[in-house]
């Protein structure tokens, strides 16, 4: 084991498996079975098999529960992995994950209290500078772009005209 990564009640080390050096995460449940723990390791039996192919090895040494998989990159910790894959945990398309980072907080903003409103009149929000749409910029752009190149070659024209021979 290399160290120590996360500890929200299950341990997970960062380590590498001896006989192919390959980078593995070894994650000890230090606090032995408890219910949750039990149903994790149930849903372990419930991932889809491109999941439960992850764990390499799973048991129990001196009486700490453990579970050695492969890394686990984009989730926070094993807890997670295991809840987001298991096969009664709803499954979100890439799409929806990703709609979902723009989806606004749910309910309505709670009311103002008096002096917040006060303080909100007194001390507005500033308002952003108007930016131009895209398409406004993109033609502005086109047109200076033009004007440059055309005063490029005026200046190289008139070198040319007027250099004495």
């Given amino acids: 084991m290399l160290e120590l990564r996360r500890d929200g009640g299950i341990q997970t080390y960062h380590a590498r498996e001896i006989s192919t050096a390959r980078p593995v995460q070894v994650h000890l449940f230090a606090a032995g079975l408890t219910s949750e723990n039990r149903v994790l390791f149930r849903r372990i039996d419930r991932l889809p098999d491109s999941e439960r192919r992850r764990v390499l090895d799973r048991g129990e040494s ?4 453990y579970v050695v998989t492969d890394r686990l990159a984009g989730y926070a910790d094993f807890r997670e992995w295991v809840t987001m894959n298991a096969a009664d945990a709803p499954h979100p398309t890439l799409d929806e994950q990703f709609l979902q980072l723009f989806e606004p907080p ?14 909100a009149i007194e001390n507005p929000p500033k308002t952003p500078l108007r930016v131009l749409p895209l398409a406004a910029k993109s033609l502005a752009g086109l047109v200076l772009g033009v004007l440059t190149a ?12 007027f250099r004495p021979i």
């Fill in 150 to 161: 055309l005063l490029v070659l005026a200046m190289v024209v008139a070198y040319f005209a």
């Fill in 62 to 65: 001196r009486g700490t529960p």
């Fill in 106 to 119: 749910a309910g309505p903003a709670p009311p103002l209290t008096l002096t917040e409103g006060l303080e």
